[in-house]
T-cell receptor
Framework: AQSVTQPDIHITVSEGASLELRCNYSYGATPYLFWYVQSPGQGLQLLLKYFSGDTLVQGIKGFEAEFKRSQSSFNLRKPSVHWSDAAEYFCAVGDATGRRALTFGSGTRLQVQP | NAGVTQTPKFQVLKTGQSMTLQCAQDMNHEYMSWYRQDPGMGLRLIHYSVGAGITDQGEVPNGYNVSRSTTEDFPLRLLSAAPSQTSVYFC??????????????FGPGTRLTVT
């Protein structure tokens, strides 16, 4: 069965600092990987996705993620965090057909200090 | 194009009551699914559907029923509400284009409290 681990429950960074959120997955074949962001009281917004090809994917709001098959990881990065990035971030894995929907990690809550 | 819509936004139920959470999408997506979100647990799949007339169970299906009579609608029924079903419920839909690319679109959520 597929699974996703986000080891960091809560991260605090200063505004302007760089950010890396960790995501490890378990899946038997080539995974489809996603990062979503959820602001308080809101729904989920897709930041970026990886299906194949270039292992470094660019997303919205200046985020990027790197797929590392050897480490079963798909970490999310941003070079300079803005106060508006404070939110909860979810990593998810989906199967090749999309028929089983997504399996989500438990999320990482990001706090941004001024 | 409204995307994925959910009603109601908020609901309070008493233990034992039943209700239906509505979900509709206007993107002609084949796949629809229901998740619940609880603190510290991310989103967990309740039920999903790969097309009209076809549904299947996800990770946490107990206490919930679904049906899919049209492509657009995928209601979630709580048969006899319990306090453990207090949660935020999200509906999602997705397409599947060739070459294996797809994306889930989420509704705004329904916050349900069972007392």
């Amino acid at each position: 069965a597929q699974s996703v681990t986000q080891p960091d429950i809560h991260i605090t960074v200063s505004e302007g600092a760089s950010l890396e959120l960790r995501c490890n997955y378990s899946y038997g074949a080539t995974p489809y990987l996603f990062w979503y962001v959820q602001s308080p009281g809101q729904g989920l917004q897709l930041l970026l996705k990886y299906f194949s090809g270039d292992t470094l994917v660019q997303g919205i709001k200046g985020f990027e993620a790197e797929f590392k098959r050897s480490q079963s990881s798909f970490n999310l990065r941003k070079p300079s965090v803005h106060w508006s990035d404070a939110a909860e971030y979810f990593c998810a894995v989906g199967d090749a057909t999309g028929r089983r929907a997504l399996t989500f990690g438990s999320g990482t809550r990001l706090q941004v200090q001024p | 194009n409204a995307g994925v819509t959910q009603t109601p936004k908020f609901q309070v139920l008493k233990t034992g009551q039943s209700m239906t959470l509505q979900c509709a999408q206007d993107m002609n997506h084949e796949y629809m699914s229901w998740y619940r979100q609880d603190p510290g647990m991310g989103l967990r799949l309740i039920h999903y559907s790969v097309g009209a007339g076809i549904t299947d169970q996800g990770e946490v299906p107990n206490g919930y029923n679904v049906s899919r009579s049209t492509t657009e609608d995928f209601p979630l029924r709580l048969l006899s509400a319990a306090p453990s079903q207090t949660s935020v419920y999200f509906c999602a839909s997705s397409y599947f284009r060739g070459k294996g690319t797809y994306e889930q679109y989420f509704g705004p959520g329904t916050r349900l409290t069972v007392t």
